[in-house]
């Protein structure tokens, strides 16, 4: 690639060998040779003259040459027409088979069963790297599902609850995803044999009016491609609603990774939690001390591209025009692939993030401590009335009490000192001995530690969602395998 051209950054920086590869143009037209064959041979087997070295010619030249990639660019100069281009190339790779290459199909028979297989793998190679990051979010959920930490609600300190709960929010977010881009993996539908409008009527010419052989070719074909079913009713493409519903499903997960990313870059400003940070990285140029969360900053910002991208699909399905338009062309070029090498981005990113996250349980404690006392205070008051301490008259004296030490946190800068000003009066004197009981920050986050249990541990949410995903989860791997930290480029 020339440095005097740009390149998308995903390409370059972001997303993965494999994703790249997918959409590729090497791929992409290799995959129209693959739906030529298969057409071919459907045809032959129902009745069609094609000879043996029609198809083994085109069997021989499936993937597409790096010296046809210039043949093929100068016929579309010439005509055009990038799949008659193709037809073109093609028949001069496999000449016996140059007559009868696209026998009876429109172009859609070539670039939208493609995108339909290009989308369908794609989700393929997504679907184990996110599951993967949900398994290592799962680990870390129960290693910290006891300790105890600050909530925050409103931006502001709030009940307890443990480090490793609010990683099941997380998880819980990423098992939707899951779930939604499952469910979109398995709605795809072949676009199959329809012709120019979808009513068949070029194969029924062929065929000569029989019927029950172009329902059996539309079928053959399907199952060479590996679907289960094809759509009954297309027009002269799949419905672009279906780019809208997977692209919906990339965009939904986009936000994820935003939300989980903005909390890590909370969490390290608080300097309760961090990313992974390298021996050797650098912070800042200016600041040399400085430990950025650039990854989250990352995640945060292309999560935020990809949740922006199903506009794209939905503006497109709704503007086109009867059986089909081609304003749909340019606009899924560039929309379709970079929604899924997003998406491939960040589950890069999380799957590194989340294999090295690193907790600071000294400081997590140090912030409870510093909160704990004025959220103790509703114990402090039921353990007085339990001693036959008047309700009213503890809430007054707690009341005081608190606002005095509020002033010396807010006016001072002081430590919070509500519980040593508690200790120091008499009117408490009869609970004193249970007040560090009384602050135990365990007794605070409920059914937490227990929840997690429940929701990551055998049998639990987290464990079922898994289960078709077992002979891929790899602890910080992903589609690639191996194990440890997923690596990042830059």
Known sequence: MSNDAYQTPFNSRYASDEMK?????????S??????????????????????????QMKAHIEIQDSEFALAAEEEKR???????HVHTFGLAAPAAAGIIHWGAT?????????????????SLLLPKLASVIHCLSTFAQEHKDLACLGYTH????????VGKRACLWIQDLLMDLRNLSR?????????????????????????NDDSKVEELDCLVTAKAGFSSAFTITSQTYTRKIDADVLNALGSFGATCERIGGDIRHLAMFKEMEEPFEKDQIGSSAMAYKRNPMRSERLCSLGRYLQNKPKDALDTYAAQWLERSLDDSAIRRIALPESYLCADACLILLQNITTG?????NVINRRIQAELPFMATENIIMACCANGLSRQATHEKIRILSHEAAAQVKEQGLDNDLIARIEADAFFACIRDRIPELLDPKTFTGRAGRQVERFTGEGGEVELALRPFEDCLVLGGGGGGGGGMAELKV
């Open 184 to 208: 979109a993996r398995s709605d795809l539908r072949f676009r199959g044999v329809k012709g120019t409008t979808g009513t068949q009527a070029s194969f029924l010419q062929i065929f000569h």
């Open 357 to 361: 996250l690193v907790v600071y349980p």
């Open 79 to 85: 005509r055009r027409h990038d799949v008659m281009a």
């Open 155 to 162: 931006g502001q300190p709030a009940q307890l609850t443990t």
């Open 31 to 56: 995959t129209w040779r693959q739906l030529w064959v298969w057409l071919a041979e459907a045809e032959k087997a129902l009745g069609l003259q094609i000879t043996d070295e029609a198809i083994s």
């Open 107 to 123: 172009s859609c028979y070539c670039t939208d069963n493609a995108d339909l297989i290009i989308l369908r793998d794609g989700l």
């Open 21 to 29: 590869k997918l959409f590729s143009p090497r791929t992409r037209f």
